[in-house]
């Protein structure tokens, strides 16, 4: 199986970067810039570089450019597991879900979604925030953004179970692969009401981008777990040589 052209420039990126050759807090060159050294298009490079900074390696601040990451204190770690909708998952496990929409509306593109999602800002994007239970208890809360020239008229639907079989049945849309993020957070008043939990007490925060088979970003979502009513086990294959 031949190698992707972004995975390459990406690889190229990371030798540099582990070389010493962008130091850490050092700018690296402009889209356009990086196109003309590795004679690849722009969406190859933003390809790139949107994995570097899903890595930890690079971070891209607004209206400044992209730099190379100065932080130390944080160890990503990258875990494969299947992905697997919230209702099937909870099926699985004999317990009843349920779905419930608290927003449903259409918004301009801002900063830091509208970058996630690698379009133009003030561009109209879906927002859909939602409430998962199971078996009447809560079990996270959802902020979810889409393109929404990728599902016109999402938020008029009356229900949304699975969002990808949704994108997938009626707007031909597959999801490929997510990447998730994970973080423990306190939880605040209005996050600890909706959960039926303390104010304070620690959570999970999760920031998920899902991508189509082209890489072409589809959907970005911050949701909170109470670690009351979860914890997460990561299964993961090593490859042998």
């Not at 970067?17 to 130091?23: A, E, L, P, R, T």
């Not at 204190?73 to 099926?91: K, N, Q, W, Y």
């Not at 031909?172 to 303390?198: F, M, Q, W, Y």
Request: proline share 6%; hydrophobic share 35%.
């Amino acid at each position: 199986m031949s190698t992707s052209k972004y995975a390459i420039v990406k690889q190229k990126l990371l030798d540099s970067i582990k070389s010493g050759h962008y130091q850490p807090g050092e700018q690296l060159p402009t889209e356009d810039e990086l196109c003309k050294m590795y004679n690849v298009s722009r969406t190859t490079i933003r390809q790139a570089l949107q994995q570097l900074e899903l890595e930890g390696r690079i971070n891209k601040i607004q209206g400044r450019g992209t730099f190379i990451s100065t932080s130390k204190s944080e160890i990503v770690h990258h875990m494969l597991a299947p992905i697997v909708s919230f209702s099937d998952h909870m099926e699985e496990l004999g317990r009843r879900s349920e779905t419930r929409i608290l927003e449903a509306s259409v918004i301009p593109a801002v900063h830091p979604f509208q970058l996630h999602l690698d379009i133009p800002e003030q561009s109209p994007v879906t927002k859909l925030v939602r409430l998962r239970l199971a078996d009447d208890q809560p079990v996270a809360h959802e902020t979810i953004y889409l393109p929404w020239s990728l599902a016109p008229g999402l938020s008029n639907e009356k229900e949304i179970g699975s969002l990808f079989k949704l994108l997938q049945d009626k707007y031909g849309h597959r999801i490929d692969r997510s990447v998730d993020t994970l973080k423990p957070v306190i939880a605040d008043e209005e996050i600890a009401k909706l959960l039926n939990i303390e104010p304070g007490s620690p959570s999970i925060h999760i920031e998920t981008i899902s991508f189509l088979q082209d890489n072409t970003p589809i959907e970005y979502s911050e949701s909170i777990f109470s670690t009351e009513m979860s914890h997460f086990v990561i299964e993961r294959k090593y490859d042998h040589i």
